[in-house]
């Protein structure tokens, strides 16, 4: 137990930080720059919220619009990679 917990520290320790939003929304604080994408994270269960902060706010709080789908947000490594890699798993299941 105590390998696999340092393994995994070690891995997290190169993801960027994510900075809490409100309950389960959650942005990247790097790069610490405009357009970084909001997401709604509850476990394994990751989406985009909103291609950047001001959109995400417009969503949550006045227009609930459909999800945005990866490719329309900016990449930001590792957590844009789960979510395509997600993404796609729910396409071949046919979910939309």
């Known amino acids: 137990m105590e390998a696999a917990t340092r ?35 509850w476990q394994s269960d990751i989406i985009v919220y909103g291609a950047g902060l001001g959109e995400y706010f417009d969503r949550e709080f006045i227009n609930p619009p459909p999800r945005t789908s990866p490719g329309q947000t900016k990449d930001i490594p590792f957590w844009s990679e789960f979510i395509d890699y997600a993404w796609s798993e729910g396409e071949d299941e046919g979910d939309d």
Do not use: K, T
Request: charged share 15%; hydrophobic share 35%; glycine share 12%.
């Open 7 to 41: 393994l995994a520290r070690e891995q997290m320790s190169g993801w960027p930080r994510l900075i809490p939003i409100l309950g389960h929304r959650y942005i990247s604080g790097d790069p610490c720059e405009a357009g970084n994408p909001v997401w709604s994270m």
